[in-house]
């Protein structure tokens, strides 16, 4: 009996030792060979997203002619997925292009486009259209105390900045000195100009019947089309500042005995101004960050005849100030900027410096298009470089493909 | 008792041991086979990421030139040779990209975007126009993405796909071709080749056609005009001789 439970044992022990073979050799041959399968077959399929992604950003975009990655170059650059090409072209939606031409190969919702803003300075052109009445007298002497410094120690650390001011027509006496471009000496990256009157392709001011010298939204629409005095760059920031403390062409209407604030109406004609100022600054990509001064308190001027000092600001300029604010925000609101409110002068600098450093700002933000990247999937990766509308400077593209 | 008992395991147990071996045996060769198999589809999709790639990216083939450069860029194939390939090569694989094992045929289809969605704008077709039959033949699809150059500032993106075949038709007329391509540049002018065929095979040389199969017929255009005696299925042994611009297999 004892020989025959060895036996049957014997059997047992055999057949499993077969069995163990056979699972062995199964896991070793099969394990290898799709091995072997898998990373060919995988590399064949990442050279080929390789290709596929090269000859996608070769392809070009009807309109402006630019490959996709120009495009996407220059849309990382300026920090926009839609990037202005003037008048003629118009908006390119450069996400928009991605998306259609990646969709139609790799499928929606199976692939990924990364590009980091590369951390470059880009210029930024500022226009500046003032208000030249007196009430802008300390404001205008802040800014021509603090906007040279400003700018030149932002250019020392790297930064491409430069303003071109406009002053609007006019030019109070103030008690200390008179508005003028006396107040801001030439230098290579500051200009100053007087515009003589409010006349361009975009807007006009009827001379004599309006206040030229609180005429911002013409004079934006003006400075816009004829731009800084080297020019609009291609692919700059673009960033127009109107200061003043009243809306476009002053803030009271009505006749002499009985002045009031002029109505929020889009029918008058210091709403047609502010169109106009909109139109302008969007037709040139121009985003416009108005400053608003303080209509209250006191000024320093001297005004009449014969010229005496005034120390006082109108009641009604200062009962006018929040449809002033309401003016300031509508054109920074349509034109993708802000509007800083001064509660004195010296607030200017502050004002000055928030909207330099809002329009740097770049790091950190990424060009995505497509889908988030799914957990436990396969994904092929492949990067590749961009070049920037800037001379042998590129930033790094990330792509991301499943199936 | 006892006896009686290993007299009956004893037997029981060595045909066992003989199953398990048997199985063993069968485990194996099943595994072997299913490799091989695969082998040889790895070895279709990689001919044909090959033929594309040699496609769109060769100097000889579509790939586009920059008219200041002269340099060539990756996938991006120029309008022109895709209009000269339909054209010349409606109903064979063009020179540049020719695999002698395998039959090809490849489509060219550019992508449009409307403004509700992508669409296919032009495509262009090259390559051989018929195979061998699906029994006596296998057979892979891939494509990969290209961009089409109508000029610098117009490229279009695209699809570029292949029907790749591996046939008896094909093999067979890949042989004759690589022959009479060898025989004209002076290489060979004698070889031999063993075939072992499901569909016959004959050869029209009003149209310098090798057709496969009997009652349908598909054919390929030859290189070199022949003397061929048609073959009907099973075993063969070719004799091919390159003799003045022509073949003669026995």
Redesign the interface.
């Known amino acids: 009996?004892k020989?025959?439970v060895f036996?049957?044992m014997g059997?047992l022990v055999?057949?499993i030792a077969?069995?163990a073979?056979?699972v062995l050799?199964?896991v070793n041959?099969?394990g290898s060979?799709?091995k072997t399968?898998l990373s060919?077959?995988e590399r064949?399929e990442s050279?080929?997203v390789?290709?596929?992604?090269?000859?996608?950003l070769?392809?070009?975009e009807?309109k402006t002619?630019k490959?996709l990655l120009e495009l996407i170059g220059v849309a990382t650059y300026v920090g926009q997925t839609k990037i202005d090409f003037g008048k003629k072209v118009g908006d390119i939606d450069v996400e928009k292009e991605v998306q259609?031409?990646f969709?139609?190969?790799y499928g929606k919702g199976h692939w990924l486009l990364d590009v980091p803003y590369p951390n470059v300075s880009k210029d930024i052109q500022i226009v500046f259209v003032i208000d030249t009445s007196a009430s802008l007298c300390d404001d205008i002497k802040s800014l021509a105390l603090n906007l040279p410094d400003m700018i030149e120690k932002l250019r020392k650390s790297g930064r491409r900045v430069s303003a071109t001011i406009y002053l609007l027509p006019g030019g109070a006496p103030c008690c200390d000195y008179t508005i003028s471009c006396d107040k801001f000496p030439e230098k290579s990256y500051l200009h100053c100009t007087t515009m003589s009157r409010l006349e361009c392709k975009s807007a006009i001011n009827r001379v004599g019947q309006y206040e030229t010298e609180e005429d911002w939204g013409h004079g934006m629409a003006c400075a816009a089309e004829s731009g800084p005095k080297e020019g609009w760059e291609k692919f700059s920031v673009r960033v127009g500042i109107p200061i003043s403390d009243e809306i476009t062409e002053g803030s009271e209407c009505g006749s002499l005995s009985s002045f009031h604030c002029c109505s929020s109406n889009e029918a008058t004609e210091q709403h047609k101004s502010l169109e106009a100022g909109i139109t302008g600054a969007i037709s040139y990509g121009v985003k416009v960050f108005p400053i608003k001064a303080n209509p209250c308190g006191t000024i320093c001027s001297y005004q009449g005849e014969p010229p005496r000092q005034q120390t006082d600001f109108t009641q009604l300029q200062c009962d006018c100030s929040s449809l002033v604010s309401d003016f300031m925000n509508e054109i920074a609101t349509k034109t993708g900027g802000k509007m800083y409110e001064l509660s004195s002068a010296s607030d200017m600098p502050r004002a000055l410096r928030e909207i330099m450093v809002s329009n740097q700002e770049t790091a950190g933000k990424t060009f995505t298009v497509g889908s988030d990247k799914p957990a436990l999937k396969n994904i092929r990766a492949v990067t590749f470089l961009v070049p920037l509308p800037l001379p042998g400077i590129y930033t790094k593209a990330y792509f991301y493909e499943w199936s | 008792m006892?006896g009686q008992?290993?007299f009956v395991?004893?037997p029981i147990?060595l045909v066992?041991?003989i199953a398990?071996?048997l199985?063993?045996y069968q485990?194996?060769s099943m595994?072997?086979s299913?490799?091989k198999k695969?082998?040889e589809t790895?070895d279709l999709?990689?001919s044909a990421?090959n033929i594309l790639?040699i496609l769109?990216n060769s100097r000889d083939c579509l790939a586009y030139e920059g008219s200041l450069s002269k340099s060539l860029?990756?996938?991006?194939v120029d309008v022109n040779r895709l209009n000269e390939f339909s054209t010349m090569y409606f109903n064979k694989e063009p020179e540049c990209a020719r695999n002698y094992n395998f039959g090809w045929e490849v489509t060219v289809t550019e992508?449009k975007?409307t403004a509700t969605n992508?669409v296919e704008g032009k495509n262009w077709t090259f390559g051989a126009k018929q195979f061998s039959s699906i029994t006596s033949s296998t057979s892979v699809d891939y494509w990969?993405?290209?961009?089409i150059v109508y000029s610098?500032?117009?490229?279009?993106?695209g699809?570029m796909s292949i029907h790749l075949v591996d046939g008896e038709l094909e093999r067979v007329a890949g042989v004759l071709d690589w022959d009479c391509a060898m025989g004209k540049a002076g290489k060979l002018t004698k070889s031999s080749i063993a075939v072992d065929l499901q569909s016959p095979i004959s050869y029209d040389s009003d149209k310098n056609n090798l057709c496969s199969g009997s009652k349908v017929k598909s054919c390929r255009e030859m290189d070199c005009n022949m003397t061929f005696k048609n073959l009907d299925t099973g075993k063969h042994v070719l004799t091919i001789n390159y003799v003045d611009g022509k073949l003669v297999v026995k």
Do not use: C, H
Request: hydrophobic content about 50%.
């Open positions: 009996m020989g025959q036996e049957i059997f055999l057949a077969i069995l073979v056979i050799v199964r041959l099969a060979i799709g399968f060919i077959a064949q050279e080929g390789r290709a596929g992604v090269n000859a996608l070769y392809s070009t009807e002619g490959s259609w031409r969709d139609a190969i | 006892k008992l290993s395991i004893k147990t066992m041991v398990l071996l199985l063993l485990s194996i595994s072997i299913r490799g695969i082998g790895l999709t990689a990421t790639l769109a860029y990756a996938n991006v992508l975007n992508t990969m993405p290209v961009a610098e500032k117009t490229v279009s993106p699809k």
